[in-house]
């Protein structure tokens, strides 16, 4: 009788555990329902650093399109009396009962931002707001000789031309612009606002390790550690007749992980919908959406050049590659590179995309 018991519990356990395995049910029963391919909601831009398998340099998501508000009543309702209706766009005649319409909020910061209990926040074009969101975050204003941290308590404060923000080692914050335009920082950074008004915004930031910026409307400024000018154009510049002003400037600055302290590499990527223009020591580049490009944070003294240039060398073709043989004292320079070569020294140059040397 025990033996049967124990019998009875294995198979009533080992029933349970089918039952709990997906698609697996008892005979005659449905299948539960598989999500077919290609449904799945695509990541966010911040969930693509986690997973390692997708692309860290994709478009942001889209916004669907604006079909319209949905019909809140159904036709053959005007034989029951109505009301005028004037002033509304595409009205046809009237409503069933009188149309009262609430006034619209004055655009201001967001509204997790303005407190019941809070100061009063001015919205100009000539100030912006810190948002801090973890330390260490200093601060300094223009009338401080020194940066100062901020207590863990102090989350929001006024910015105006002239304040710097640091991170020295770890902590984020935000900075949120008149008119929508936001910039995240994240590790070590250092960000020196120049300009603030109602036509543009310069900023300088000498160190950085990731950046977020997302603008749009006014001219934004970005100096660069290298002394770089990234410029975004304002909507009024894009503006053409009978057409659609392209929406915000989506950027971000990525340094390399690469030894030393702040020099070495970094990656700027424009993922909006507008060009920018990226101002350098050789000349200017037009970045457009969805391109990438790489620079140095600390360019030597004498500024390279991207295109070829050898002397005392004999180049020969290798595929796709260039032999560059010395038979003494030679120099190559390509692609922001200089090579001192000596005699019977042999340099091989390969692109690895594409044939620069045809």
Same mark, same amino acid.
């Given at each position: 009788m025990r033996a049967l018991s124990s019998l009875l519990a294995v198979v009533s356990f080992t029933a349970g555990a089918l039952a709990q395995v997906p698609g697996q049910g008892a005979p005659g029963q449905q299948p539960l329902p598989r999500q077919p391919a290609g449904t799945a909601q695509p990541l966010r831009p911040d969930q693509l650093q986690r997973d390692p398998l997708?692309?860290?340099?994709?478009?942001?998501?889209?916004?669907?399109?604006?079909?319209?508000?949905p019909s809140l009543f159904p036709q053959g309702l005007g034989a029951f009396g109505s009301y005028p209706v004037e002033g509304l766009p595409g009205a046809a005649g009237a409503l069933p009962f009188p149309l009262l319409l609430q006034p619209t909020e004055p655009p201001g910061w967001p509204r997790w931002l303005r407190g019941r209990d809070a100061d009063e926040l001015p919205y100009v074009p000539g100030q912006a707001l810190l948002v801090r969101h973890a330390d260490r975050v200093w601060w300094k204003s223009p009338d401080e000789p020194a940066a100062v941290p901020l207590y863990f308590h102090d989350k929001v404060r006024s910015v105006?031309? $002239?304040?710097? !923000?640091? %991170? +020295?080692?770890?902590?984020?914050?935000?900075?949120?612009?008149?008119g929508g335009g936001r910039l995240v920082a994240n590790g070590q950074v250092r960000v020196h606002i120049d300009a603030m008004d109602e036509k543009v915004v310069a900023l300088q930031v000498p160190v950085f390790s990731k950046l977020r910026a997302q603008v749009s409307g006014r001219e934004y400024r970005f100096v660069l550690p290298d002394g770089s000018v990234l410029t975004v154009p304002p909507d009024r510049a894009l503006a053409e007749p009978e057409a659609e002003v392209p929406g915000p400037a989506w950027l971000v600055f990525e340094r390399a992980i690469?030894?030393?302290?702040?020099?070495?590499r970094a990656a700027l990527w424009n993922g909006g919908q507008r060009a920018v223009t990226w101002r350098h020591a050789f000349g200017e580049t037009k970045l457009e959406p969805g391109h990438r490009l790489w620079f140095f944070l600390s360019p030597p003294p004498e500024?390279? $050049?991207?295109? !070829?240039? %050898? +002397?005392?060398?004999?180049?020969?073709?290798?595929?796709?590659?260039l032999l560059c043989r010395s038979g003494g004292d030679a120099q190559v320079q390509w692609s922001g590179a200089r090579f001192t070569l000596g005699a019977g020294t042999t340099l091989r140059l390969d692109p690895l995309a594409g044939d620069p040397f045809r």
């Open positions: 997708n692309s860290r340099w994709a478009m942001p998501l889209q916004p669907p399109p604006f079909q319209g508000f105006v031309a $002239g304040t710097e !923000l640091e %991170v +020295r080692q770890t902590g984020e914050f935000e900075i949120l612009f008149h690469e030894p030393g302290c702040h020099g070495g500024p390279i $050049g991207a295109a !070829l240039a %050898v +002397r005392g060398v004999d180049t020969t073709r290798e595929g796709t590659a």
